[in-house]
């Protein structure tokens, strides 16, 4: 055992970062890049600290008698917090350029960015309802702040503002599910909950239900799944681009991080409940996503609209979760980091070329590039393709897993659906390699020239999502995809531990 | 230790990547001096000798077999593939030959392409290939060995069409590549066969052989033959055979090295291989024999009546390896390897002879305007001639001995009709051989006045080299009723399961006479004909041997117009007018659906919260029905 400290040691890493950089920002001295590399200190050692135990199933109540049993250290806590670490860490490097380029970042904005991924690894680690809207919370509001970061710009405020009412009303619904749970059930933590199920007919768990329910709702609306998508769209078009990609791949994420506890751990006897619902939300979130995404003449839109086709994919595999729970629940986690991968990718190369020329917008601006750029031009292509789930991108893996997940557990037709909206996705996300390549360049004068870091971890990005692709097939000594699914499986099997 | 083999082949392909990360650098950055490619590229075949000869002494221990697992490679069903090596006689055999061979080759080539701009381009593909041949030979496996043969087919296809400006250069790349692709479809076919129903304790040949004899005959005879089609396209036998003439595009040492001394050898070596697969099929054996006789015949028919210098030797190169297929086919294996082993001497020797008198004729190739090299190059006169001797079977050269043991035994396995083919073609070979030498080096020519290009001595060393060899090596198979142990023969026993043959002492000495008689009539004919050619009168070749039997024109009419008509069909109605209207209208229809969709986007936050606050009531009250 090592000392309880230890495990909520990254916790407080990351949570004493934000509230230093705080404390720094009085001071002009401090440059975005400055701030840029503290914030990732802290991350950095956060992160480190995951991996002192990593191969070992442990599930532990760090300071049980001070929280009572309100946070636990275990590996699925681990896997997801790593995921979200090294989504914020992209994030950053990738950013850097972005938020000195841009008017209107200063020291305050990656106080804020450490207080969001503070909830959201709190938001994995908690154990107890209360907490999580807490966790919730503490991630939404600095989401709303830093999406409407930039005050001058109109677009950026009328974002933050509408997702602030939603997502309160969202938070609402969470409180009131809450409620309901607690006055069915006499708690709010998690593993008594599911206690109480056990013990319990059905007859008596009603309001239990409709309390999750309520929960479910606010699932839904975090992750943009039907009927519960519009703001995503507005939203996400309205942020700058390295919060999209934070948002897009990190925070849900850390969302589905608890809503798979939540599930796994206390709902597993009365999840079939929503089956039904969760098939039609599922078939809709597929079916809006893809005729959204289709439309669009903004990239930066289409990829917020084809997030919430990647949302009703994840949805498949969660609604196998009652029949195949290890390989469904799996590879939604796994699938979170193929996404994470791709549409971190995506929107920080977006986020990098509009940082230096602010023209490129549409698909139609795009024309030629890749005879101006042509290496980022390859890597923008690599992201498609992942994004597409085409072979040797570790998008298809992530596909592969969440339909046979489906298969396996008898919803063959929601597979097909799946794949009949990979195959419209296709479309938009190709679309934009056909431009690329093989449409002559209508403005030559418009070209970013290289500099900074962000070209390079792109490119390692791109590296990682091949590497994802073919990688175990090439050289098994290298930790590749079965090492990432290894982890996951083996964070499930900590969720079991009494 | 046993890690050891599989530098054999990383060393090569080190120094591959090396070379053609060194050339990228050197065409887009700074120009790397040629001294460091020609170093790195001839060390890394002398690296891998060296390795072969030290387990070569190791093999003289208790150990004969040597295996290496580097990694479990693929999971198919439970059933793990890895990527493991084998070191056993008849790998090592093929090691050592094809190292030295292509140790030289590479000396030599360096000499020949020093002026070539392409030059770390060359040596990266050479090495490249020489790591692809490796992993063929010393695969546990077939898959891995397919991995090999796929590598050695690719770098063939990457040096014909080296001087890839020239279109016809792309086209025989492409005509060899897609030839070589027919007879993979035919290996895979072969090799997924023995997976299904030998391959359930492993697929390795160990495993396989074990496994075998309990797969009903008949599977086996379609395993064999689909393997056998692969070997067809590799070692250019009827109907696979022709890129290889067409394959001559490529510089000159490529054909030395590739479609000579070593690839097109693998497919021999993989019916050697697979002699447990072979023993227990005999029929199909004998279909193998035939198809070898007969392409050894058809070749050589062909070849007489070419004026390329590089076809002649191609043709002569598809004769020869139809030999080595009657002997495997016979269950002869070390005969067929035996055949390998002086062949890659011997025709690495005519092939290097012969890129040298192109290049010190300034890259003339048409035997009728070359003429009168006997004084003006001695040297080449003398190597040419030893070689010419070897592969026309005249003792003690090297060919005498693989060729005799060949015939001796389709003889002395009553298959006379195989061993007619083997007769006559010797015949034949003699003919055209040295039909080419008496033009070549005794021709009066043409042009008295030509000066030769001087050749730098990397090229004539090794062709000095290869010239001892080309006399010797005939000497380590010697057989038995000469005095000799035939230590070829005791080297892979495992792979001569012959029973002993029935033919005394005096047939096979009477044998060995008709064999030198035959070649010595055919030398005779040429002598005839050819001695004091006048090559200022205009030598045109026509008939149907001239003009290839029209097996090209044949094919063209066969197989590739409709296959043209039929992509045609594809391309212009069954794409453009059925899938892509399907495709273009049901994508309009979903744009539009797209249209409508948005407008449920109407960007008004009140009208979000209303869908929220409505999904949710949908929720709850199907759940209070669903609950009642």
Redesign the interface.
């Known amino acids: 055992m090592y000392p309880d400290f230890l495990y909520i040691a990254p916790l407080v890493f990351v949570g004493f970062g934000g509230i230093l950089l705080m404390l720094l920002s009085p001071f002009k001295q401090i440059t975005i890049r400055m701030a840029a590399f503290i914030a990732l200190f802290f991350m950095l050692c956060a992160t480190g600290l995951y991996f002192y135990n990593i191969s070992e199933l442990y599930s532990y109540y760090p300071y049980a008698q001070t929280f009572g049993s309100m946070i636990v250290a275990d590996n699925y806590s681990a896997y997801f917090s790593t995921i979200l670490l090294a989504g914020a860490i992209f994030t950053i490097l990738i950013g850097v350029h972005y938020f000195e380029k841009n008017r209107g970042f200063t020291t305050e904005f990656f106080s804020l960015f450490l207080f969001s991924l503070f909830g959201m690894m709190l938001l994995v680690h908690a154990t107890e309802l209360i907490t999580v809207l807490i966790a919730l919370e503490i991630a939404s509001l600095s989401l709303y702040v830093m999406i409407g970061f930039q005050k001058h710009l109109d677009k950026r405020m009328e974002a933050s503002?509408?997702y602030l009412?939603?997502g309160s009303?969202?938070g609402a619904?969470f409180l009131l599910g809450t409620a309901f749970i607690y006055a069915n059930t006499q708690t709010t933590k998690i593993s008594q909950i599911g206690i109480f199920i056990q013990n319990n007919p059905q007859s008596d768990v009603?309001l239990l239900?409709?309390g999750v329910?309520?929960i479910?709702?606010t699932f839904?609306?975090k992750i943009a799944a039907?009927?519960?998508q519009?703001?995503a769209?507005?939203v996400y078009d309205g942020a700058p681009y390295p919060v999209t990609a934070f948002m897009a791949g990190t925070f849900k994420a850390a969302i589905f991080g608890f809503i798979l506890r939540f599930v796994l751990v206390d709902l597993e006897l009365i999840i079939d409940?929503w089956d039904?619902?969760l098939y039609v939300v599922i078939l809709l979130t597929l079916l809006?996503g893809?005729?959204?995404?289709?439309?669009q003449q903004s990239l930066k839109r289409m990829l917020a609209a084809s997030s919430i086709v990647h949302t009703g994919y994840l949805l498949i595999a969660f609604i196998s979760i009652d029949i195949t729970g290890k390989s469904a629940a799996s590879s939604i986690i796994f699938y979170l980091v193929a996404y994470f991968l791709s549409s971190m990718g995506a929107f920080g190369l977006l986020s990098y070329i509009s940082s230096d020329d602010k023209v490129r917008i549409t698909y139609e601006d795009f024309r030629g590039f890749a005879h101006i750029r042509p290496y980022m031009a390859a890597m923008m292509s690599v992201f498609m393709l992942s994004l597409a789930g085409i072979p040797s991108t570790i998008g298809f893996i992530g596909k592969f897993y969440i339909f046979v997940a489906a298969i396996e557990s008898g919803y063959t037709l929601l597979a097909v659906f799946g794949i009949l909206a990979t195959f419209?996705s296709i479309?938009y996300y190709f679309r934009l390699i056909a431009i690329m390549y093989f449409y002559p360049s209508a403005k030559m004068q418009d070209v970013p020239t290289l500099h900074g870091m962000a070209p390079y971890f792109i490119g390692i990005i791109s590296l990682i999502i091949i590497w994802g692709g073919i990688g175990n097939?090439l050289i098994?000594?290298f930790p590749g995809v079965d090492f990432l699914m290894d982890m996951a499986r083996l964070a499930y099997d900590s969720l079991q531990v009494k | 230790m046993n890690s050891l083999i599989v530098f054999i082949i990383l060393i090569p392909l080190l120094s591959a990547s090396v070379l053609g990360l060194s050339y990228m650098y050197s065409i887009k950055i700074q120009k790397v001096p040629r001294v460091f490619f020609t170093a790195i590229a001839v060390s890394a075949p002398l690296a891998s000798l060296l390795l072969g000869v030290f387990f070569f002494f190791k093999m003289q221990g208790e150990t004969k077999v040597f295996y290496y697992r580097a990694y479990k490679w693929l999971s198919i069903d439970g059933r793990d593939i890895d990527m493991a090596f084998m070191l056993d006689a008849l790998s090592l055999f093929m090691v050592l030959f094809i190292t030295f061979v292509g140790w030289l080759i590479h000396i030599y080539a360096s000499g020949y392409m020093r002026d070539d701009d392409g030059y770390g381009k060359f040596f990266f593909y050479f090495n490249l290939f020489l790591a692809s041949m490796l992993l063929l030979i010393l695969a546990d496996g077939p898959l891995i060995m397919f991995i090999g043969w796929e590598g050695v087919g690719l770098c063939s296809y990457l040096l014909i069409s080296f001087y890839f400006e020239d279109e016809g250069n792309l086209k025989a790349g492409n005509k060899a590549f897609i030839a070589n692709r027919v007879g993979d479809f035919g290996f895979i076919v072969g090799m997924s066969i023995l997976f299904f129903y030998a391959g359930t304790y492993g697929f390795d040949y160990v495993h396989l052989a074990q496994e075998i004899p309990k797969v009903p005959t008949d599977i086996l005879s379609y395993a064999g033959i689909a393997l056998f089609v692969g070997a067809m396209g590799k070692s250019a036998q009827i109907p696979l055979f022709v890129w290889l003439p067409d394959a001559m595009a490529g510089p000159t040492p490529v054909s030395a090295l590739i479609h000579a001394a070593t690839m097109v050898t693998a497919g021999v070596y993989m019916v050697a291989r697979f002699h447990f697969l072979y023993d227990l099929v005999p029929h199909v054996g004998l279909y193998i024999a035939y198809v070898g006789a007969v392409s050894s015949l058809f070749a050589a028919l062909i070849a007489c009546w070419q004026k390329d210098i590089k076809k002649i030797l191609a043709y002569s190169t598809m004769s020869q390896l139809g030999y080595m297929f009657i002997a495997v086919g016979l269950g002869a294996y070390s005969s067929g390897l035996f055949h390998v082993f002086t062949h890659a001497f011997f025709k690495a020797l005519l092939f290097m002879g012969a890129g040298a008198i192109i290049i010190a004729l300034h890259h003339e190739q048409d035997i009728f305007k070359m003429g009168g090299m006997r004084h003006k190059a001695p040297m080449l006169f003398f190597v040419m001639l030893i070689a010419t001797l070897a592969i026309c079977g005249i003792p003690p050269f090297a060919g005498f001995f693989s060729k005799d043991e060949i015939l001796l035994q389709a003889f002395a396995k009553q298959e006379y009709l195989l061993w007619l083919f083997g007769v006559l073609t010797a015949v034949l070979t003699a003919y055209y051989m040295f039909r080419l030498f008496f033009i070549v080096f005794y021709g009066s020519h043409v042009n008295t006045e030509r000066v030769l290009h001087p050749l730098h001595k990397s090229i004539t060393y090794p062709l000095i080299v290869l010239a001892v060899g080309s006399i010797f090596v005939g000497f380590l198979g010697l057989p038995q009723v000469l005095g000799g142990d035939n230590l070829i023969g005791q080297w892979l026993h495992d792979f001569a399961q012959v029973k002993p043959l029935h033919v005394g002492h005096t047939t096979e000495f009477m044998l060995m006479g008709l064999n030198v008689l035959a070649a010595c009539v055919g030398i005779f004919i040429a002598y005839k004909k050819f001695f004091t050619c006048d090559l200022s009168i205009e030598h045109t070749m026509r008939g149907w041997a001239a003009d290839k039997f029209y097996v090209d024109e044949l094919y063209e009419k066969i197989f590739i117009q409709p296959y043209k008509i039929l992509s045609q069909f594809i391309g212009n109605v069954l794409d453009l007018k059925i899938i892509d209207a399907v495709v273009m209208n049901s994508s309009l229809g979903f744009i539009k659906v797209g249209r409508f969709v948005s407008r449920m986007q109407s960007a008004n936050t009140n009208f979000y919260a209303l869908m929220m606050i409505g999904g949710l009531s949908v929720l709850c009250t199907y759940f209070l029905i669903v609950l009642e």
């Open positions: 503002f509408r009412v939603l009303i969202s619904f009603m239900i409709m329910c309520f479910f709702i839904l609306f039907f009927p519960l519009n703001w769209i507005d409940f039904n619902i809006y893809s005729f959204l995404a289709i439309i419209v479309y097939t098994t000594y």
